[in-house]
């Protein structure tokens, strides 16, 4: 079945340092993927989404670029903030089973130091 | 917009006691997720319902778990009889029209089962 892999956590940064979370997949045809992020005490919440080969998803200083040839999705931003300390998480959906059929991986804790 | 709403947001209790958990979806989404969410297995669907029927809960674990949505701003998890291996942070989420596989979570609830 489909599957996301993450980096194993926590990714410890000081601020203003350039970030990488890597994520990759196993999955039939064209899935659409996601990077959604979960602050310390809250749920979950959509960062960035991309739907097809080569789109770059964005948000908040965050971008991901979906890459069909090496099935990956790294999550970037060029300058992390103590603000960003949160769990990151990955996931995929096929097109036809829809978003009910999310897949997520087990999610990277980044902390960020002043 | 009051978003997505749990209760409790933490439960202790023994091992063989029924416990139930709550969810107040957004107002207006048709769609209602309850996941769970452990160090082990990360975050897992386990039912999803649509204008409150249940579509899919082939990933509830036994059935000792149930889940009712009796109107459209109001469901229930439950565990009976609960087991220390059920501990773990249950979080419901909804979607609605527009962008369906942006859900939004609630805050989860901590269930220790001792």
């Known amino acids: 079945g489909d599957s996301v892999t993450q980096m194993e956590g926590p990714v410890t940064l000081s601020e203003e340092a350039f970030l990488t979370i890597n994520c990759t997949y196993t999955a039939t045809g064209y899935p659409s993927l996601f990077w959604y992020v979960q602050y310390p005490g809250e749920g979950l919440q959509l960062l960035l989404k991309?739907?097809?080969?080569?789109d770059k998803g964005s948000n908040k200083g965050f971008e991901a670029t979906y890459r069909k040839e090496t099935t990956s999705f790294h999550l970037e931003k060029g300058s992390v903030q103590v603000s960003d300390s949160a769990v990151y998480f990955c996931?995929?959906?096929?097109?036809?089973?829809?978003?009910?059929?999310?897949?997520f991986g087990t999610g990277t804790r980044l902390l960020v130091s002043p | 917009d009051a978003g997505v709403i749990q209760s409790p947001r933490h439960e202790v209790t023994e091992m063989g006691q029924e416990v139930t958990l709550r969810c107040k979806p957004i107002s207006g989404h048709d769609y209602l997720f309850w996941y769970r969410q452990t160090m082990m297995r990360g975050l897992e669907l386990l039912i999803y319902?649509?204008?409150?029927?249940?579509?899919?809960d082939s990933g509830m674990p036994e059935d000792r778990f149930s889940a009712k949505m009796p109107n459209a701003s109001f469901s229930t998890l439950k565990i009976q009889p609960s087991e220390p291996r059920d501990s773990a942070v249950y979080f419901c989420?909804?979607?609605?029209?527009?962008?369906?596989?942006?859900?939004?979570f609630g805050s989860g609830t901590q269930l220790s089962v001792l």
């Open positions: 989420a909804s979607s609605g029209p527009g962008l369906r596989e942006k859900l939004f």
């Open positions: 991309a739907t097809k080969a080569d």
């Open positions: 319902f649509n204008n409150n029927v249940p579509i899919d």
């Open positions: 996931a995929l959906t096929q097109p036809g089973t829809g978003f009910q059929k999310l897949v």
